[in-house]
C-alpha cells in the first residue's frame, strides 16, 4: 500500500497543500474580485449585517487555510531537504520554489497580522453601533488598510502561483557558474517595496481589479525574466 508507506509523506502533505490553498485562495479572491465591490455600493444597513453575520464566517476559513497552506508548503521544503541535503535550496527547483515560498509567506503573514487583526475590529465596530454603541475611532483607517493587504495578496499570488508550479514543471536551467546573490537582491528590493507599501502605502494601480491582475501578470514575468537573466 504505497500510500500508507513512508514514501508518500511528502503527498499527503501535497494533498493538504492544494486543498487548504484553494480554500484560502478562494476566499482572497471571493473579496477581492466580489465582496469589494459590493460592499462599495452596498448600504450602510447592508454593510453591517455583511460584517456581523457574513465575515465572521469567511474569515474564519480564509485564515486557517493560510495557516495549513502555510504549514504543508514549508512542511514540503523540510521534507524535501531532509531528504536531499540543504544544497537542494541553491539549486532551480530551490530557487523557483522559494521565490513562491517567500510570496506565500508575506501573503500569510499580511492575513494574520494585518488583514485578520483589522477585519476582527471592523467586525466588532458592526456589532457594537448595531446596538446604538459608539463606533469604535479610527475604524475608517483599519478597513483601508486591510484592503491594502488584500489587494497587495491578490497581487503576489499570481506570480506566487507562476512559481509553485514552475518548480517541477518549467524547465528552467540556472547556470552553476552565476551566484544567486544578484537575483535573490533584485528580488528583495521589488518583493521588499510592495510588502513596505501594504504595511504603510496606498492601493495606487491595485484600486481597480483589472489592474491588479496586469500588476501581478508583469510582476511575475519580471521576477521570472530576473531569474533567468541573472541566474541562468
Ligand atoms: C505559504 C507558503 C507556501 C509554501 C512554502 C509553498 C511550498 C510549496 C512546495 C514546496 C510545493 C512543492 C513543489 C514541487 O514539488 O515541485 C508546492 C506546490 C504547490 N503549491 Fe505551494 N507553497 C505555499 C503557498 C501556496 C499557496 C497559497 C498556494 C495556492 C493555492 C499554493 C499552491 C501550490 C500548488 C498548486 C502546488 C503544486 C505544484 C506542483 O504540483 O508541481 N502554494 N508549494
Redesign the pocket.
Known amino acids: 500500500m504505497t500510500l500508507f508507506s513512508g514514501a508518500a509523506a511528502e503527498f499527503w502533505m ?1 494533498w493538504v ?2 486543498i487548504f ?2 480554500l ?2 478562494g476566499h482572497l479572491y471571493y473579496f477581492n474580485f466580489s465582496q469589494m465591490a459590493f460592499m462599495g455600493e452596498a448600504d450602510a444597513a447592508t454593510k453591517s449585517v455583511v460584517l456581523q453575520k457574513l465575515s465572521p464566517r469567511t474569515m474564519f476559513w480564509f485564515r486557517w487555510g493560510a495557516m495549513f ?2 504549514l504543508s ?2 512542511g ?2 523540510g521534507h ?1 531537504m531532509g531528504a536531499a541535503g540543504s544544497t537542494i535550496a541553491t539549486s532551480a ?1 530551490g530557487t523557483i ?1 522559494l521565490s ?2 517567500i510570496l ?2 508575506l ?2 503573514l499580511n492575513v494574520w497580522l494585518l488583514i485578520w487583526p483589522n477585519n476582527k475590529i471592523m467586525i466588532e465596530n458592526a456589532i457594537k453601533t448595531a446596538k446604538g454603541e459608539a463606533a469604535i475611532p479610527g475604524v475608517a483607517d483599519l478597513a483601508a488598510r486591510a484592503s491594502v493587504a488584500s489587494r497587495t495578496n491578490t497581487l503576489f ?1 499570481i506570480p ?2 507562476f512559481f ?2 514552475a ?3 518549467l524547465p528552467l536551467v540556472l547556470s552553476p557558474e552565476k551566484s544567486l546573490v544578484p537575483y535573490w537582491c533584485t528580488y528583495a528590493i521589488i518583493v521588499g517595496l510592495l510588502q513596505l507599501n501594504a504595511m504603510k502605502g496606498k492601493m495606487g494601480p491595485m484600486q481597480k481589479l483589472g489592474g491588479v491582475i496586469h500588476f501581478g501578470v508583469l510582476l511575475s514575468l519580471a521576477l521570472y525574466f530576473a531569474m533567468e537573466f541573472l541566474a541562468g
Open positions: 501535497r497543500h492544494y490553498g484553494i484560502w485562495i497552506t502555510f508548503g514549508w514540503m521544503i524535501k527547483w520554489i513562491g515560498g506565500g509567506t501573503m500569510f499570488s506566487m502561483l509553485m508550479g518548480a517541477s514543471h
